[in-house]
């Protein structure tokens, strides 16, 4: 199995147990359980600014870290469209890797 699959295949576990079972666990610098601020921001067809929390939140993150999640995003239910802006409407440096072409 490549590489590449092998991480996505990680990714998606480990995404999908902290956002569908409640677990939390650490990604990219934060635990996923305090992503749940966000939720209502990346989901959805209009979804609502971010929250303080959030913002507070992927402040902490590392960014470029969690934009290499982008392509696994679908799969637990999160618009990739509306996750990779999130830098930006948090008024954060969006990394080249969050940018959508």
Request: charged letters at 20%.
């Amino acid at each position: 199995m490549a590489k590449t699959q092998v991480f996505l295949n990680w990714a998606l576990a480990i995404l999908g147990i902290a956002l569908v079972g409640g677990a939390s666990v650490p990604v990219c610098n934060i635990e996923t359980k305090q992503l749940d601020p966000c939720k209502p921001t990346v989901t959805g067809n209009l979804p609502p600014r971010p929250s303080k929390e959030c913002c507070k939140v992927v402040s902490k993150a590392d960014l470029p870290c969690l934009c290499s999640y982008k392509n696994v995003l679908p799969a637990v239910g999160i618009n990739p469209k509306h996750a990779l802006v999130l830098p930006k409407k948090c008024d954060l440096k969006t990394p080249p890797q969050c940018i959508c072409k």
